[in-house]
Each structure stands twice: as structure tokens, then as C-alpha cells.
């Protein structure tokens, strides 16, 4: 069985900051390329960070460059998403994903495997 559970996620003041991780299990992670989404409430769910297989190329949507980075511990079977500078814009639902297509995508519908998420709430 598949899982891919998120954990770090909560209430942080803005300009503060966050480690959110995604730990895997039930696949091969190495084989997979890691992704980063987020969907607040009312929104829909939106692109924000992938890494490759290897961890060697990495992919942001321009609103989180320079303030959030993706990495990813094959050994562990886990992905990371550290957020610095966070802004009340960020907060929103965090699910990591897994894709098992040669690159990285940002188009969620490609990606083959979902965690549940975890809340991440930024206040002003």
C-alpha cells in the first residue's frame, strides 16, 4: 500500500518559517520525482515546488523562488519543503505527490500518488 504521509505543517507568524516533510512508503522513492502543492480555501489547488529522481533539478513557482526549497533524502524515502519568509499568501493545504514520469511536472494531474495533506496558516 502506497502512503505518503506530510508532517510539519501549522500556525507561524509571517516572515517566520517551516519544514514541511513527506515521508513514503509502499513505492520505490528513487524512481519518482517529488512534487509540492498547496490549495487554499476557495482556490485551486496550485503548483509549488518539484525535485527530480536524483534531487539534481528542482522546479519553483515564481512566487516562492528564493524563499522556499525543495529537497529530498533517497535514503529516507523523503521529501522536504523548507519555507523561510513565509507571508500570509502561503497559507493553504500542503500535499506532497509522487510522479513517476521522466522530469518534473508541474501539472498535478500526472502524478501518481498523493499524501493527505497538512494546514499551513500564516499570520499577519
Known amino acids: 500500500q502506497v502512503q505518503l504521509v506530510e508532517s510539519g505543517g501549522g500556525l507561524v507568524q509571517a516572515g517566520g518559517s517551516l519544514r514541511l516533510s513527506c515521508a513514503a512508503s509502499?513505492?520505490?522513492?528513487?524512481?519518482?520525482?517529488m512534487g509540492w502543492f498547496r490549495q487554499a480555501p476557495g482556490k485551486e489547488r496550485e503548483f509549488v515546488a518539484a525535485?527530480?529522481?536524483?534531487?539534481?533539478?528542482?522546479y519553483y513557482v515564481d512566487s516562492v523562488k528564493g524563499r522556499f526549497t525543495i529537497s529530498r533524502d533517497n535514503a529516507k524515502s523523503t521529501v522536504y519543503l523548507q519555507m523561510n519568509s513565509l507571508k500570509p499568501e502561503d497559507t493553504a493545504v500542503y500535499s506532497c505527490?509522487?510522479?513517476?514520469?521522466?522530469?518534473?511536472?508541474?501539472?498535478?494531474?500526472?502524478?501518481?500518488?498523493w499524501g493527505q495533506g497538512t494546514q499551513v496558516t500564516v499570520s499577519s
Open positions: 525535485i527530480s529522481r536524483t534531487g539534481g533539478l528542482t
Open positions: 505527490a509522487a510522479d513517476l514520469r521522466a522530469g518534473i511536472e508541474k501539472v498535478p494531474s500526472g502524478y501518481a500518488y
Open positions: 509502499g513505492i520505490t522513492f528513487s524512481r519518482y520525482a
